[in-house]
């Protein structure tokens, strides 16, 4: 799963934030997964239906909570390589 961040981060022009390593985002990646499914097992309407305007011209799109975790997530240990990109 390190790697594959690792990647997609090259990909995208992000880096790990100073004091946080891929390893740590990983690892809390993965438990936000795990933790999601046994929920999402549970009761669904907790963790499905979650509407956002991030469709085209603001749109509203449905979400599920490990998306807007795994969003969080990555926007706390995640910065551009470029900090003003074009």
Do not use: H
């Not at 934030?17 to 936000?32: D, E, M, V």
């Not at 749109?59 to 969080?72: F, P, S």
Request: charged share 20%; net charge negative; proline share 6%.
């Amino acid at each position: 799963y390190e790697d594959l961040i690792g990647s997609a981060f090259a990909v995208l022009g992000l880096r790990v934030k100073p004091g946080f390593t891929l390893r740590q985002l990983s690892i809390a990646a993965i438990s936000l997964a795990e933790g999601c499914t046994l929920w999402d097992r549970i009761d669904t309407s907790s963790t499905r239906g979650i509407l956002r305007p991030t469709g085209p011209d603001g749109e509203t799109q449905e979400w599920m909570l490990y998306a807007v975790g795994l969003e969080a997530l990555l926007w706390q240990f995640a910065e551009w390589n470029d900090p003003e990109p074009t």
